[in-house]
T-cell receptor, first 112, second 114 residues
Framework: SQELEQSPQSLIVQEGKNLTINCTSSKTLYGLYWYKQKYGEGLIFLMMLQKGGEEKSHEKITAKLDEKKQQSSLHITASQPSHAGIYLC????????????FGTGTRLQVTL | DAGITQSPRHKVTETGTPVTLRCHQTENHRYMYWYRQDPGHGLRLIHYSYGVKDTDKGEVSDGYSVSRSKTEDFLLTLESATSSQTSVYFCAINSGLAGTDTQYFGPGTRLTVL
């Protein structure tokens, strides 16, 4: 089984709808990083969460870290076509942040 | 823009030939990484470097070697390319400074081994 599980693997939502992507680690989480990737391009850093219960927001994207559950969620409010892409989470399981383990990604499509 | 470039951006080569991919950064970050991205596997770490001439293996290092003779350049070499090494390769950097420990990624190199 994967050390870092993302769900769902893919998601199709109508423009304007809310959605949530989850990332669960089988190991202790010292930090969790969210990235977005457009097809054929590199990864764009979105947010980093380091403390249990931490919540960060950027525009319409909010990410939370539940340290006890070793889980993070990424919530998009009122989705737009510009939100489409692949969302990846990266876990710091060592406490040093120098090495990350990545999930397989969630592919998001936003329909008009 | 984290000042990371990768070259080449696309390459097609034949099985058995050596291939070298280059990652170049302009901001003197301490850590540099090479990942490969494949469908169903996500991003997997090949090798990383924590300083000039200091490198270590990642989870999928077999068949790959790296070198870092200057802070700004991290080279990934496939000594004898195989079809299983067809992939998209990403370089990343990290300042390694507490509070700003974040990996930033380059644009990727698409490698096809025929």
């Amino acid at each position: 089984s994967q050390e870092l599980e993302q769900s769902p693997q893919s998601l199709i939502v109508q423009e304007g709808k809310n959605l949530t992507i989850n990332c669960t680690s089988s190991k202790t989480l010292y930090g969790l990083y969210w990235y977005k990737q457009k097809y054929g391009e590199g990864l764009i850093f979105l947010m980093m969460l380091q403390k249990g219960g931490e919540e960060k927001s950027h525009e319409k994207i909010t990410a939370k870290l539940d340290e006890k559950k070793q889980q993070s969620s990424l919530h998009i409010t009122a989705s737009q076509p510009s939100h489409a892409g692949i969302y990846l989470c990266g876990a710091d399981n060592t406490g040093t942040a120098s090495k990350l383990t990545f999930g397989t990604g969630t592919r998001l499509q936003v329909t008009l | 823009d984290a000042g990371i470039t990768q070259s080449p951006r696309h390459k097609v080569t034949e099985t058995g030939t050596p291939v070298t991919l280059r990652c170049h950064q302009t901001e003197n970050h301490r850590y540099m990484y090479w990942y490969r991205q494949d469908p169903g596997h996500g991003l997997r770490l090949i090798h990383y470097s924590y300083g000039v001439k200091d490198t270590d293996k990642g989870e999928v290092s077999d068949g790959y070697s790296v070198s870092r003779s200057k802070t700004e350049d991290f080279l990934l070499t496939l000594e004898s390319a195989t079809s299983s090494q067809t992939s998209v390769y990403f370089c990343a950097i990290n300042s390694g400074l507490a509070g700003t420990d974040t990996q930033y990624f380059g644009p990727g190199t698409r490698l096809t081994v025929l």
